[in-house]
Nanobody, 125 residues
Framework: EVQLVESGGGLVQAGGSLRLSCAAS????????IGWFRQGPGKEREGVSC????????YYSDSVKGRFTVSSDNAKNMVFLQMNSLKPEDTAVYYC??????????????????WGQGTQVTVSS
């Protein structure tokens, strides 16, 4: 019933910006959380940000804090990840993940029940 679809990935030069979108369907209210994860080549999946849509509470990993901003448009059931000052090490497949209610740790992948298909972000040096 719940489906998540990411979009907005692409190729960008270091220092540039991208805005990722996560379209959520199937949640019956705004009482849910969306996490953003990424996995680069040969690297472990990493939680980078999340938002509890109902309250607007957010989390950021140290590696992206100050550069990335997560937000939501509750009327459209959309969550965004604005990525600025991109670095080559940000290159990864980015996934959005969903769970009902507030997030727990936020960066813990196993707390999320629903996952999108991923969108590729490539940052060139």
């Amino acid at each position: 019933e719940v489906q998540l679809v990411e979009s907005g990935g692409g190729l960008v030069q270091a220092g540039g910006s991208l805005r990722l979108s996560c379209a959520a369907s199937g949640f019956t209210s705004d009482d849910y959380s969306i996490g953003w994860f990424r996995q680069g080549p040969g690297k472990e999946r990493e939680g980078v940000s999340c938002i509890y849509v109902k309250a607007g509470s957010t989390y950021y990993s140290d590696s992206v804090k100050g550069r990335f901003t997560v937000s939501s448009d509750n009327a459209k059931n959309m969550v965004f990840l604005q990525m600025n000052s991109l670095k080559p090490e940000d290159t990864a497949v980015y996934y959005c993940a969903g769970e009902r209610g507030p997030y727990g740790l936020g960066w813990y992948a196993n707390e999320y029940e629903y996952w999108g298909q991923g969108t590729q972000v490539t940052v060139s040096s």
